[in-house]
Each structure stands twice: as C-alpha cells, then as structure tokens.
Nanobody, 115 residues
Framework: QEQLVESGGGLVQPGGSLRLSCKASGIIFRIYAMNWYRQAPGKQLELVAGITDGLTTTYADTVKGRFTISRDNAEDTVYLQMNSLKPEDTAVYYC?????????WGQGTQVTVSS
C-alpha cells in the first residue's frame, strides 16, 4: 500500500525556520519525482518545490532563496527546509510522489507563521 506521511509542521514566528519531512512507503522511492505543494485558506493549491529522481530541483518564485528541497533515497524521505518564514507561507503543506500516471499524496501538515 502506497503511503506518504508528512511531519514537521507547526507554529513558528516570522523569520523562523521549519523542516518538513515526508516518509514514503510502498513505492520504489528513488525512481519517483517528489514535490511539495501548499494550500492556504481560500487559495489554490500551489507547487512549492520539486526534486526529480536525478536530483534536479525547482522552486516557486515566492520561496526561492528561502526554501530548500532535498531527498534521502536510503531513508525514502524527502525534506523541505524552510527559512526566513513569512506569514504568507501559512498553509497546509502536502507531499506528492509522481512517476508517469502514478501520483500519490500525503495527508498534509499545517504550517502557521504568526507572531
């Protein structure tokens, strides 16, 4: 059974940092492209960052220079290091594993940036 489990969300002050993790099971993790999406209340789902099986990374303009995506194929885990957090980063963050027509999602983790 394919499963993605996110963790690491929480409440942080503006300017702070968080590290999200997404642990995969039931898939051959190393061959999947992994992505982080987010959805703020009343807003559309937004692609935040992605990393291919070949380690090519992409970022939304809104997070470039602040967020870093990485993966550990030995641990079947993808990470999102988030620095210099802003209130507008507040959202539910979702992990996504994609290869061809296969597309699996986690349940999401809440990130709230507020003083």
């Amino acid at each position: 059974q394919e499963q993605l489990v996110e963790s690491g969300g929480g409440l942080v002050q503006p300017g702070g940092s968080l590290r999200l993790s997404c642990k995969a099971s039931g898939i051959i993790f190393r061959i999947y492209a992994m992505n982080w999406y987010r959805q703020a209340p009343g807003k559309q789902l937004e692609l935040v960052a992605g990393i291919t099986d070949g380690l090519t990374t992409t970022y939304a303009d809104t997070v470039k220079g602040r967020f870093t995506i990485s993966r550990d194929n030995a641990e079947d885990t993808v990470y999102l290091q988030m620095n210099s957090l802003k209130p507008e980063d507040t959202a539910v963050y979702y992990c996504d594993a994609r290869r061809g027509s296969n597309d699996f999602w986690g349940q999401g983790t809440q990130v709230t940036v507020s003083s």
